[in-house]
């Protein structure tokens, strides 16, 4: 497997396989078996897999996590070698952003929900770093997990109204045995926290429950993964709703799909997770999102 810094490299090596079908997994590194199902599911119908490995401050805010988030290239490089990547492309700030760069994308209405509402131009961030990594590495395909759900909604809009010629993939949420979504920020939990982490999960599961029972009404499905939330002790909740998962807005009654969402604050660390149902009548399955 190869490792590249700098995007003439990386475009060298994209110009070399000209013809190939290359898939793509965008991450920050501090890598799990989450990132690891990503690389898995770029593969099918791709010549080659490009990752790339960079911690994009511009989805930073000023109070948050960018100084400490985890780094360690080697052991990222090494795992994406295991699970089959054939180029990882890790680029230094300096070499994504001029030191006076001002074009961004702005990504409209469905930046400022959810997530949004508590990280002011966070996905203005994200949607400028992924546009310019789709330049760079020219991907038939790219995969994105379910955990950002928020995310990928907003990525799958970009694609369309920019005409990327990207397909976008979505791989379902990894997670531990206990049910916590894989998240490179749990490394920060302490044991009692890792134990109010799991009402996440636990959350979206009375949120499901609830639709099974017949309820349809989306703020009583959000109140019953709210009171379970309101059992934690080192938890403080940002948010949790039900959402349309195509326009991110909220549904006053479900039918269809649906996208329950959920973010929260355990001790100083900012959590989220979610869940995808498909209703049809009496009938509630677990779906991926997109799907």
């Known amino acids: 497997m190869d490792i590249t810094r700098d995007k003439a490299a990386m475009r060298r090596w994209v110009a070399e396989r000209r013809g190939l079908r290359i898939g793509f997994v965008p991450t920050m590194g501090a890598l799990h078996a989450g990132h690891l199902s990503l690389v898995e599911r770029a593969r099918p119908g791709c010549d080659r897999v490009v990752a790339s490995v960079f911690v994009n401050p511009t989805q930073f805010g000023p109070h948050e996590d960018y100084e400490r988030y985890p780094r360690d290239l080697a052991r990222d490089a090494d795992l994406l070698a295991t699970a089959g990547c054939d180029l990882v492309f890790a680029p230094e700030t300096a070499e994504m952003y001029a030191h006076d760069a001002q074009t961004t994308i702005d990504v409209g209405a469905m930046q400022t929900v959810l997530c949004g509402a508590a990280r002011p131009g966070h996905f203005r961030g994200v949607a400028t770093v992924v546009a310019k990594l789709f330049h ?22 970009m694609v369309r109204d920019l005409d990327f010629p990207v397909e976008l993939r979505v791989a379902p949420i990894v997670r531990d045995a206990d049910g916590l979504a894989l998240s490179s920020r749990n490394a920060y939990l302490g044991p009692d926290e890792r134990h ?8 979206l599961q009375a949120a499901a429950a609830a639709l099974r029972d017949g309820e349809r009404a989306g703020e009583r499905i959000a109140a019953a993964a709210r009171a379970v939330l309101e059992r934690g002790t080192f938890l403080r909740l940002d948010y949790v709703a039900a ?49």
């Open 136 to 157: 760079l590495v020219q991907p038939a395909v790219a995969v994105f997990g379910q955990k950002d759900a928020q995310q990928v909604v907003i990525l799958q809009r």
């Open 196 to 203: 109010d982490a799991l009402l996440l999960h636990a959350a």
């Open 243 to 291: 959402v349309d998962p195509a326009s991110l807005a909220p549904l006053a009654n479900v039918t269809g799909r649906v996208l329950i969402a959920v973010a929260a604050w355990v001790g100083s660390t900012r959590l989220i997770d979610n869940l995808v149902l498909d209703v049809r009548g009496t009938a509630v399955r677990e779906v991926v999102l997109g799907e």
